[in-house]
Protein backbone atom coordinates (compact mmCIF):
# COMPACT_ATOMS: atom_id res chain seq x y z
CA UNK A 1 0.00 0.00 0.00
CA UNK A 2 3.12 2.44 0.58
CA UNK A 3 4.07 4.00 -2.09
CA UNK A 4 7.81 5.11 -2.62
CA UNK A 5 8.56 8.16 -2.96
CA UNK A 6 12.72 8.17 -3.18
CA UNK A 7 15.50 6.27 -1.71
CA UNK A 8 14.40 6.12 2.25
CA UNK A 9 11.14 8.02 1.23
CA UNK A 10 7.02 6.51 1.40
CA UNK A 11 4.08 7.76 1.37
CA UNK A 12 0.63 6.60 1.51
CA UNK A 13 -2.83 8.59 1.17
CA UNK A 14 -6.13 7.67 2.70
CA UNK A 15 -9.81 9.92 2.09
CA UNK A 16 -10.81 12.26 4.57
CA UNK A 17 -14.36 13.12 5.20
CA UNK A 18 -14.76 16.54 3.88
CA UNK A 19 -18.15 17.80 2.71
CA UNK A 20 -18.03 19.09 -0.46
CA UNK A 21 -14.13 18.80 -1.18
CA UNK A 22 -12.69 15.68 -2.56
CA UNK A 23 -9.95 15.37 -0.02
CA UNK A 24 -7.15 12.62 0.91
CA UNK A 25 -4.70 12.79 4.25
CA UNK A 26 -1.42 11.92 3.27
CA UNK A 27 1.42 9.57 5.49
CA UNK A 28 4.80 10.06 5.15
CA UNK A 29 7.14 7.97 6.34
CA UNK A 30 11.21 8.36 5.91
CA UNK A 31 14.14 5.51 7.19
CA UNK A 32 16.74 7.19 8.79
CA UNK A 33 20.63 5.90 8.65
CA UNK A 34 19.77 3.96 11.37
CA UNK A 35 17.45 2.04 9.58
CA UNK A 36 14.91 3.17 11.81
CA UNK A 37 11.29 4.77 10.83
CA UNK A 38 10.11 8.20 11.26
CA UNK A 39 6.35 8.92 10.60
CA UNK A 40 4.60 11.74 9.05
CA UNK A 41 0.93 12.32 10.32
CA UNK A 42 -0.38 8.90 10.35
CA UNK A 43 -3.34 7.65 8.53
CA UNK A 44 -5.73 6.03 10.67
CA UNK A 45 -4.31 2.25 11.60
CA UNK A 46 -4.57 -0.78 9.50
CA UNK A 47 -3.18 -4.13 9.83
CA UNK A 48 -2.00 -4.01 6.14
CA UNK A 49 -0.14 -0.72 6.89
CA UNK A 50 1.26 -1.95 9.95
CA UNK A 51 2.48 -5.25 8.00
CA UNK A 52 4.06 -2.70 5.50
CA UNK A 53 5.83 -0.79 7.55
CA UNK A 54 7.47 -3.83 9.24
CA UNK A 55 9.17 -4.37 5.92
CA UNK A 56 10.75 -1.53 6.19
CA UNK A 57 12.17 -1.04 9.45
CA UNK A 58 11.04 -0.97 12.98
CA UNK A 59 8.92 2.11 14.09
CA UNK A 60 10.67 4.40 16.60
CA UNK A 61 9.38 8.34 15.87
CA UNK A 62 5.82 8.91 14.75
CA UNK A 63 5.01 13.34 14.56
CA UNK A 64 2.28 14.95 14.92
CA UNK A 65 2.96 18.60 12.83
CA UNK A 66 0.13 20.43 13.86
CA UNK A 67 -2.34 21.01 16.03
CA UNK A 68 -4.65 20.35 13.04
CA UNK A 69 -3.27 16.81 12.31
CA UNK A 70 -4.88 15.09 15.34
CA UNK A 71 -6.44 12.48 14.20
CA UNK A 72 -5.61 8.90 14.40
CA UNK A 73 -3.17 8.79 17.73
CA UNK A 74 -4.73 6.25 20.27
CA UNK A 75 -4.62 2.85 17.70
CA UNK A 76 -0.74 3.83 16.92
CA UNK A 77 -0.31 4.78 20.28
CA UNK A 78 -1.25 1.27 21.51
CA UNK A 79 0.63 -0.51 18.95
CA UNK A 80 3.76 0.86 19.24
CA UNK A 81 4.46 1.67 22.82
CA UNK A 82 7.94 1.62 22.57
CA UNK A 83 8.19 4.74 19.97
CA UNK A 84 8.54 7.94 20.41
CA UNK A 85 5.52 10.28 19.70
CA UNK A 86 6.20 14.27 19.31
CA UNK A 87 3.35 16.71 18.43
CA UNK A 88 2.99 20.41 17.64
CA UNK A 89 2.76 22.75 20.99
CA UNK A 90 -0.81 22.65 21.81
CA UNK A 91 -1.67 19.06 21.12
CA UNK A 92 -1.18 17.77 24.51
CA UNK A 93 -3.49 20.68 25.72
CA UNK A 94 -5.97 19.78 23.41
CA UNK A 95 -5.76 15.82 23.76
CA UNK A 96 -4.63 15.30 27.54
CA UNK A 97 -5.46 11.84 26.74
CA UNK A 98 -2.65 10.89 24.24
CA UNK A 99 0.41 10.46 25.54
CA UNK A 100 2.91 12.51 23.62
CA UNK A 101 6.51 12.17 25.10
CA UNK A 102 8.13 15.25 22.98
CA UNK A 103 6.40 18.64 22.42
CA UNK A 104 8.75 20.17 19.28
CA UNK A 105 10.09 23.40 20.08
CA UNK A 106 12.00 26.11 18.02
CA UNK A 107 14.97 25.13 20.33
CA UNK A 108 15.38 22.00 21.20
CA UNK A 109 16.55 19.60 18.67
CA UNK A 110 15.36 16.05 18.34
CA UNK A 111 17.44 13.13 17.33
CA UNK A 112 16.48 12.65 14.40
CA UNK A 113 17.02 16.14 12.80
CA UNK A 114 20.43 16.13 11.16
CA UNK A 115 18.33 13.70 8.53
CA UNK A 116 14.93 15.97 9.27
CA UNK A 117 15.67 19.41 10.40
CA UNK A 118 12.25 21.11 11.42
CA UNK A 119 10.96 24.66 11.41
CA UNK A 120 7.73 26.03 13.24
CA UNK A 121 5.79 28.41 11.21
CA UNK A 122 5.31 31.25 13.57
CA UNK A 123 2.31 33.55 13.88
CA UNK A 124 -0.56 30.90 14.07
CA UNK A 125 -0.56 29.69 17.25
CA UNK A 126 -4.42 28.01 16.57
CA UNK A 127 -1.84 25.83 14.22
CA UNK A 128 1.92 25.73 15.16
CA UNK A 129 2.51 23.97 12.01
CA UNK A 130 6.68 22.10 11.91
CA UNK A 131 7.47 21.42 8.17
CA UNK A 132 10.42 19.49 7.76
CA UNK A 133 13.26 18.81 4.87
CA UNK A 134 14.81 15.46 4.43
CA UNK A 135 17.67 17.04 3.68
CA UNK A 136 18.78 13.60 1.64
CA UNK A 137 16.18 13.73 -0.92
CA UNK A 138 15.77 17.64 -0.80
CA UNK A 139 11.89 17.00 0.31
CA UNK A 140 9.60 19.24 1.96
CA UNK A 141 7.22 17.97 3.86
CA UNK A 142 4.55 19.92 4.94
CA UNK A 143 0.87 19.38 6.66
CA UNK A 144 -1.79 22.50 5.66
CA UNK A 145 0.80 25.38 4.52
CA UNK A 146 0.32 24.29 0.93
CA UNK A 147 -2.00 22.04 -0.85
CA UNK A 148 -2.09 21.02 -4.46
CA UNK A 149 -5.26 20.25 -5.65
CA UNK A 150 -6.70 18.49 -8.72
CA UNK A 151 -9.65 20.51 -9.95
CA UNK A 152 -10.78 17.72 -12.33
CA UNK A 153 -10.90 15.31 -9.30
CA UNK A 154 -13.92 17.89 -7.55
CA UNK A 155 -16.97 17.91 -7.78
CA UNK A 156 -19.09 21.20 -8.51
CA UNK A 157 -18.39 22.58 -4.81
CA UNK A 158 -14.97 21.24 -4.47
CA UNK A 159 -14.23 23.62 -7.64
CA UNK A 160 -15.82 26.19 -5.88
CA UNK A 161 -13.96 25.81 -3.18
CA UNK A 162 -10.66 26.05 -4.81
CA UNK A 163 -11.41 29.38 -6.00
CA UNK A 164 -12.46 30.81 -3.13
CA UNK A 165 -9.33 29.76 -1.90
CA UNK A 166 -7.03 30.77 -4.30
CA UNK A 167 -6.31 26.89 -4.91
CA UNK A 168 -7.65 26.69 -8.43
CA UNK A 169 -5.37 24.91 -10.65
CA UNK A 170 -2.24 26.14 -8.61
CA UNK A 171 -0.40 24.89 -5.71
CA UNK A 172 -1.32 27.49 -2.84
CA UNK A 173 -1.59 28.80 0.72
CA UNK A 174 -5.29 29.01 1.17
CA UNK A 175 -7.16 31.71 2.26
CA UNK A 176 -8.88 29.79 4.73
CA UNK A 177 -5.23 29.06 6.27
CA UNK A 178 -4.17 32.46 5.59
CA UNK A 179 -6.85 33.26 8.10
CA UNK A 180 -5.65 31.63 11.45
CA UNK A 181 -2.47 33.95 10.43
CA UNK A 182 -2.59 36.34 13.83
CA UNK A 183 1.08 37.86 13.06
CA UNK A 184 1.73 38.24 9.58
CA UNK A 185 5.27 39.49 10.68
CA UNK A 186 6.21 36.24 12.46
CA UNK A 187 4.83 34.36 9.59
CA UNK A 188 6.92 35.83 6.79
CA UNK A 189 9.74 35.36 8.65
CA UNK A 190 9.57 31.62 8.63
CA UNK A 191 8.70 31.42 5.26
CA UNK A 192 11.86 34.08 4.57
CA UNK A 193 14.10 31.17 6.40
CA UNK A 194 11.85 28.12 4.55
CA UNK A 195 13.04 29.64 1.12
CA UNK A 196 16.77 29.41 2.37
CA UNK A 197 16.40 25.41 2.21
CA UNK A 198 17.70 23.20 -0.32
CA UNK A 199 13.96 21.98 -1.78
CA UNK A 200 13.40 21.00 -4.91
CA UNK A 201 10.21 18.30 -4.17
CA UNK A 202 7.74 18.94 -2.17
CA UNK A 203 5.08 16.48 -0.32
CA UNK A 204 1.91 18.37 1.11
CA UNK A 205 -0.47 16.47 3.60
CA UNK A 206 -3.63 17.15 1.21
CA UNK A 207 -3.11 17.16 -3.09
CA UNK A 208 -0.66 15.90 -5.25
CA UNK A 209 2.91 15.92 -4.55
CA UNK A 210 5.30 18.40 -6.36
CA UNK A 211 8.03 16.12 -7.94
CA UNK A 212 10.65 19.02 -8.71
CA UNK A 213 10.79 22.81 -9.30
CA UNK A 214 10.14 23.04 -5.14
CA UNK A 215 11.55 26.54 -4.41
CA UNK A 216 9.83 28.72 -7.41
CA UNK A 217 6.56 26.63 -6.53
CA UNK A 218 6.89 27.89 -2.69
CA UNK A 219 7.97 31.26 -3.88
CA UNK A 220 4.69 31.38 -6.14
CA UNK A 221 2.71 30.24 -3.15
CA UNK A 222 4.29 33.33 -0.79
CA UNK A 223 3.57 36.16 -3.58
CA UNK A 224 0.90 37.58 -1.58
CA UNK A 225 3.68 38.63 1.06
CA UNK A 226 5.22 40.63 -0.92
CA UNK A 227 8.31 41.08 -2.74
CA UNK A 228 10.68 42.14 0.52
CA UNK A 229 9.79 37.90 1.61
CA UNK A 230 9.52 35.48 -1.37
CA UNK A 231 12.16 37.70 -3.90
CA UNK A 232 15.53 35.73 -4.62
CA UNK A 233 17.27 38.01 -2.29
CA UNK A 234 15.60 35.90 0.67
CA UNK A 235 17.70 33.21 -0.11
Request: neutral net charge; contains cysteine; aromatic residues 12%.
Amino acid sequence: MLKQVDANLWELERPLRTPGLRLKHRMTVARLASGDLWVHSPVAFEEGIAWDLATLGPLRHFVAPSMFHDLHWPEWFARYPDATFYCAPGVKEEHPELPFQRVLSDTGREPWETELPKLRIDGMPRLNEFVFLHVATRTLLVADLLFNLDPSTQPFLGKLFLRLNGLHGRVGCSRLFRWFIKDRRAFAASVKVLLRWDVDRIVPGHGEIIATGGRDALVRAFTWLGPDHVSPASQ
